[in-house]
């Protein structure tokens, strides 16, 4: 579905990404992990369309997303830390997105997580008066609300409470089962031991492996997605 | 594209900033206007507040929500939609929320207190200047990474346009003294909206004192409807190309 | 004795009625041409011409009469003759429309011209002369009264001037309309004479040009957007009094300028959106009180070679600049004027403000040694000149200055 071709991108000296090609199907539940600025984010924006590689291509669905924007309609995309409009209320903004994306898609809005994080109660509140969580919750509404065939989800966890976050798993496990290619980084890794089934490693902006996890289990020995990473880099 | 603009527009309208800018506005014109004996006098005043005050705060005011809006941005970024939409959403946004700031604490007391080709002027300049100025900032805002290097270069950028630059050009007034330099004079003013904009309300406000020597040349290429329309279409390129410099480097940039 | 009286009396009437004949002029009348008229006529009759059109050529008038016209007969100078020229005494002219008389590089051709005569009057006519309208040369205790004079104006050397006097003594003119002209009204070496309640607007050049005529006065005149404003050089003994200047724009155009004058008085004028209200040049003993300027560039500006003249009791509204000069050396006096620009300030109550009053701008300097930095006025760099400059002084003279400034404007 996503296919990345040897892609490199450079700020400034600093190589963020090295000739990196990866492959990614529907169904797929995909671990994106490495030690920080090892390139995961870079490369997420890359598939985004945020960043332009210096080299290199992304297509989507066979198609070069390059100069392409309306492939984005079939991604939800969760930053890493969501910030809105400040003077915006929680339903202004869902308003507003949906007011964006409403023409572009035939299918049903996805509301299950805004009722899950009981949202609705709180649809009056300026953006600036939220917690670190409650806008990491809008911004997983967001990602989930318009029923993409792609998730990419950075840091989803990060600053969400045990409860949330476990809805939230849920949901990705769900999305997952409906055959939607799931794209996470996180440093949680505990976190991702059910619901992935394919890790990409990187460091130092380079693709180390893309293995499913039963393989990367395999090789290592190790039961827990931790323990199998640690093991990788203490190899190192 | 609509829909950003007026949520944008919706946003800035609501910040605290804009609004103080429009009630300070608002309290010199009104004060301007009651404490002078005449509506003349009270425009001079004005005059100084559209020249620097609007400019400033204009430029400084969008650099500051662009950087501000870094994320906000991102998230458009990554819905389906164009960059180029994006971004002239945002400048269109800024503008029209800054426009109707300045309309409602300035051009509505000009308007109401002096009604006249002066007052006119002004409002029309205040409003182009406006725009212009978050045309530049959106330039400076795009060209550089960093927030506070790119708020550095906004006060830069505008104490160029209403100091420095003003300052170079009498410097070489002086240099080149012997020199017929009115034509030169011209062009150069053309480099600076700020500028084209007191000119131009001058032209109206100061007309005796500019028929004199220089004047002349001014009057003959300002004073009339095809001066007047050139004039006009320097600063609409003041808004324009600043405004796609930065829809170019935005479409180009890495987030 | 009732009845010789009254004898007498119908004797009079009927001599003076056969003293002063009346000649009438017309289609239908006794004589065709005015020219057959004025020859049967004698002294002190009168030529009374109907309604139509005449070409006359010239008409030469060359004994005391009384030429007037009905409904503003036309008399046509086919762009080539001076239509009337007045070689008696105590001619009058009156109800004409002269138009057309010839234009000439070498000659000064009018359309009435009065050749050193006494006592000429000529009243209410029309002129659309395109070229010199009323000449007198020598002429004494004339009066031009109630005329209506307007050219096409279109270059200085193909149009004369509206009201020429040249050498002449106790002239009157009064109440006239001139525009169009290349000077309104011209004086040149003329004495004891009065110029009242005339308009002279949009000449070429000068709505008055003034020179080497002493001792006159000038009163009630509106001189407005004319080339240059209005002129007076090389005369002393002039009174300006209640004359209004308005909106005479142009490089080297002025409200009033005063060029060589001295012992004069320039007193209850309005000066308005001129370029310069009053230009002075090499004059002294000059009183300017009591006037207003309003709106113009330079209020007045006056060169250093002006010595001893008193500006008191002015108002100075909304001008660009007050005062302008060109030196540092001041001898003139500026003394009890309101300026709008004044921010002092009143403590003891008396009406006049307690710190001087400096009228000359940092700036203002500036733009007299480089005209093109006018283009700089009012930005944000020359006001912050402007201030520094009043903090310390270092350019603008220091003795220029109103020492008792009024805090109020005077009722003018």
Redesign the interface.
């Known amino acids: 579905m996503i296919i990345a071709n040897s892609v490199s991108k450079k700020f400034g000296r600093l190589k963020a990404l090295r000739d990196v090609s990866v492959t990614c199907n529907r169904g797929e539940c995909i671990a994106l992990i490495g030690p920080n600025g090892s390139g995961k984010t870079t490369l997420i924006k890359s598939m985004l369309g945020m960043v332009v590689p210096d080299s290199g291509f992304i297509t989507f669905n066979g198609k070069n997303i390059l100069h392409d924007w309306a492939y984005r309609e079939f991604i939800g995309y969760m930053p890493q830390i969501g910030r809105y409009p400040e003077n915006m209320t929680i339903g202004q903004v869902l308003s507003m997105m949906k007011d964006i994306r409403k023409k572009n898609s035939s299918r049903a809005l996805d509301e299950e997580l805004v009722h899950a994080f009981g949202l609705p109660a709180l649809m009056d509140k300026r953006m600036r008066t939220l917690s670190g969580g409650t806008t990491q919750k809008v911004s997983a509404c967001l990602a989930f609300l318009f029923d993409p065939d792609v998730l990419i989800l950075d840091e989803p966890t990060a600053g969400l409470d045990p409860v949330s976050s476990l809805l939230l798993k849920e949901k990705i496990t769900r999305e997952k089962q409906r055959g939607k290619l799931v794209l996470i980084t996180s440093h949680i890794l505990s976190d991702l031991d059910d619901l992935i089934t394919q890790v990409i490693y990187m460091q130092d902006g380079s693709l180390l492996f893309h293995k499913s996890l039963e393989h990367l289990r395999r090789d290592t020995g190790e039961e827990k997605l931790s323990g199998a990473i640690a093991s990788v880099m203490m190899k190192k | 594209m609509n829909?950003?603009i007026k949520?944008?527009v919706?946003?800035i309208l609501?910040?605290k900033i804009v609004l103080a800018y429009t009630a300070f506005l608002l309290a010199i014109s009104l004060s301007v206007f009651n404490l002078e004996d005449?509506a003349?006098?009270g425009l001079l005043s004005l005059?100084?507040i559209i020249?620097?005050i609007v400019p400033l705060v204009c430029i400084i005011f969008s650099t500051i929500y662009i950087y501000?809006?870094?994320?906000?941005i991102?998230?458009?970024?990554?819905?389906?939609?164009?960059?180029k939409k994006i971004w002239i959403s945002l400048f269109s946004g800024l503008a029209t929320s800054l426009l109707v700031a300045f309309l409602a604490g300035a051009g509505i007391p000009i308007l109401i207190y002096a009604p006249n080709a002066t007052g006119l002027t002004m409002v029309a300049m205040g409003c182009l200047l406006s725009i212009i100025f978050v045309s530049v900032a959106m330039l400076a805002a795009v060209t550089t990474r960093d927030k506070a290097k790119g708020i550095g270069v906004s006060v830069l950028l505008w104490l160029y346009f209403?100091?420095l630059f003003?300052?170079l050009?009498?410097f070489v007034?002086?240099q080149f003294?012997e020199y017929p330099?009115?034509k030169a004079?011209l062009v150069l003013?053309g480099f600076n909206p700020?500028?084209l904009g007191?000119?131009l309300i001058?032209l109206k406000m100061?007309?005796?004192?500019?028929?004199?020597?220089?004047?002349?040349v001014?009057k003959d290429v300002f004073g009339t409807t095809s001066g007047f329309a050139l004039a006009l279409l320097v600063m609409v390129l003041w808004v324009v190309f600043p405004a796609w410099l930065s829809v170019r480097k935005f479409s180009?940039k890495?987030? | 004795m009732k009845r010789t009286l009254h004898i007498a009396l119908c004797l009079l009437i009927a001599c003076q009625h056969s003293q002063a004949a009346v000649f009438r002029v017309g289609k239908n009348q006794p004589y065709q041409t005015i020219r057959q008229a004025i020859a049967s006529a004698g002294r002190g009759d009168t030529v009374l011409v109907a309604q139509g059109l005449y070409l006359e050529k010239n008409i030469s008038i060359t004994k005391p009469l009384c030429l007037m016209g009905e409904n503003y007969p036309i008399l046509d100078g086919e762009n080539r003759f001076e239509i009337i020229s007045v070689r008696s005494d105590e001619v009058t002219i009156r109800g004409f429309r002269l138009e057309h008389c010839g234009v000439s590089s070498l000659q000064d051709i009018a359309a009435i011209k009065i050749y050193g005569c006494h006592r000429v009057l000529i009243l209410s006519n029309i002129l659309k002369a395109d070229f010199f309208g009323i000449y007198v040369q020598s002429g004494v205790r004339c009066r031009i009264e109630n005329n209506q004079l307007k050219a096409s104006g279109r270059s200085e050397q193909q149009s004369g001037n509206g009201i020429h006097c040249w050498k002449c003594d106790s002239m009157e003119i009064i109440n006239n309309r001139i525009s169009g002209h290349r000077d309104g009204i011209y004086f040149e070496f003329v004495t004891n004479s009065v110029i009242w309640r005339n308009i002279s607007s949009r000449n070429i050049r000068y709505g008055l040009h003034f020179m080497f005529s002493h001792n006159d006065a000038y009163i009630s005149n509106i001189f407005q957007n004319n080339g240059a404003g209005v002129s007076v050089m090389f005369t002393h003994g002039v009174k300006m009094f209640n004359n209004f200047f308005e909106d005479n724009w142009g490089d080297g155009s002025f409200g009033l300028l005063l060029k060589e004058i001295s012992d004069s008085y320039v007193i209850g004028n309005k000066f308005t959106g001129n370029t310069s209200g009053i230009f002075m040049e090499g004059s002294s003993r000059i009183e300017v009180s009591s006037n207003e300027f309003r709106a113009n560039g330079w209020a007045i500006k006056i060169q250093a070679s002006c010595l001893d003249n008193v500006i008191s009791h002015n108002n100075f509204l909304s001008n660009t600049f007050d005062i302008g000069t060109n030196g540092s050396l001041v001898l003139n006096t500026f003394n009890g004027n309101y300026w709008d620009r004044y921010e002092g300030y009143d403590l003891n109550r008396d009406r006049i403000g307690d710190v001087p009053y400096h009228p000359v701008s940092l700036f203002s300097m500036v733009v007299e040694k480089n005209p093109p930095a006018m283009i700089l006025f009012r930005s944000l760099m020359t006001s912050l000149l402007d201030k520094t400059e009043k903090l310390m002084p270092s350019l603008t003279p220091e003795n220029l200055k109103d020492d008792s400034p009024y805090m109020k404007p005077f009722k003018l």
């Open positions: 829909k950003i949520y944008v919706t946003d609501r910040n005449n003349s006098k005059l100084n020249l620097f501000n809006s870094a994320e906000f991102e998230l458009l970024v990554s819905q389906p939609l164009q960059r209403s100091l003003d300052g050009v009498l007034l002086f003294q330099m009115e004079m003013s700020i500028d007191r000119i001058l100061d007309v005796s004192a500019l028929m004199g020597y220089t004047g002349a001014f180009k890495d987030l």
